[in-house]
Nanobody
């Protein structure tokens, strides 16, 4: 499975941005898809994830209520709509995917086997 992320950029605080991630290859086994981010000098952290059907979504406390994850399975695409952006949202955002169906591990980075290349999001104050 190959993942390619799009949509990063430089925006002002308070505005919105939408990231997209397209999966290709043997996507039939992909169950969960998620977004993680890594700010300079910090560890990569969980942002949001979504189950195969989209019926279950998960968010970190820092983005709950501002970000929305969704997916379009016929297009093999997952989206991250980011609203009310803050300077602390500045990071490289990575999409990830895996066949693991356990909800208790969906926030755990090491349980994702497929990763995209990352897209930079910079939020200016």
């Amino acid at each position: 499975v190959q993942l390619q992320a799009f949509g990063g950029g430089l925006v002002q605080a308070g505005t919105s941005l939408r990231l997209s991630c397209v999966a290709s290859g043997r996507t039939v086994g992909v169950y969960r898809m998620g977004w993680f981010r890594q700010a300079p000098g910090k560890e990569r952290e969980f942002v949001a994830a979504i189950s195969r059907t989209g019926s279950r979504t998960y968010y970190s406390d820092s983005v709950e209520g501002r970000f929305t994850i969704s997916r379009d399975n016929p297009k093999n695409t997952v989206y991250l709509q980011m609203n009310s952006l803050k300077p602390e949202d500045t990071a490289v955002y990575y999409c990830a995917a895996d066949g693991d169906i356990r909800p208790e591990t969906i926030r755990t980075m090491r349980t994702y086997h497929y990763w995209g290349q990352g897209t930079q999001v910079t939020v200016s104050s």
